[in-house]
């Protein structure tokens, strides 16, 4: 059974940078499957951030694109994110999760997921 | 691609059907479509993938249907825990890969 697991800093300060890791335990990296970030400020509704594949190929939502860096570390079985000039709308539910593996060229559906790790953008 | 989903809050008795509608801003290639639960404090959970194949699991009171730009889950007698929040997502056209804005299923 596929686990995953987020960790970083619950607390960043406005206009600096959030950091993320995602574990990934009970399956490789490298299998075939993209690798995901998806977020969910308090209230609201899911949002995709962007996704990375083992070989480093990535796809971001084309709204954070220029603040967004996916990378992946095979060595340690873990991906991470990192958000640059981050404001109070950054606050969220950070998730990350793994698609089905179906669609090839980019992910698809999410099978399993992280349980999420709450990010607070104040000062 | 937008996602809208209806209704916003869908509140029905234990037991009831419930039919909840997911509709695309332009079609869906391939009918790649995915529905979630999600409960509170919880990450979501897969449920339905490429609009009709149900996730490892799922049960058969859970069922989706659709193409090209509407679809829909349809939950056939509900469960207790079967009050959540549901949301559609396509990763027809990506990126970004999207998702709707969810409707409440809520015990009336």
Partial sequence: QVQL???????????????????????????SNWWSWVRQPPGKGLE???????SGSTNYNPSLKSRVTISV???????????SSVTAADTAVYYCARDLGITGTTGSAFDFWG???MVTVSS | IVLTQSPGTLSLSPGERATLSCRASQ???????????????????????GASSRATGIPDRFSGSGSGTDFTLTISRLEPEDFAVY?????????PLTFGGGTKVEIK
């Fill in chain 2, 27 to 49: 079609s869906v290639s391939s009918n790649y479509l995915a529905w979630y639960q999600q409960k509170p404090g919880q990450a979501p959970r897969l449920l339905i993938y």
């Fill in chain 1, 48 to 54: 995709w951030i962007g996704e990375i594949y083992h």
């Fill in chain 1, 5 to 31: 697991q987020e960790s970083g800093p619950g607390l960043v300060r406005p206009s600096g940078t959030l950091s993320l890791t995602c574990a990934v335990s009970g399956g490789s990296i490298s299998s």
């Fill in chain 1, 115 to 117: 349980q999420g790790t």
């Fill in chain 2, 87 to 95: 949301y559609c997502q396509q990763y027809g056209s990506s990126p």
């Fill in chain 1, 73 to 83: 570390d095979k060595s340690k079985n873990q991906f991470s994110l990192t958000l």
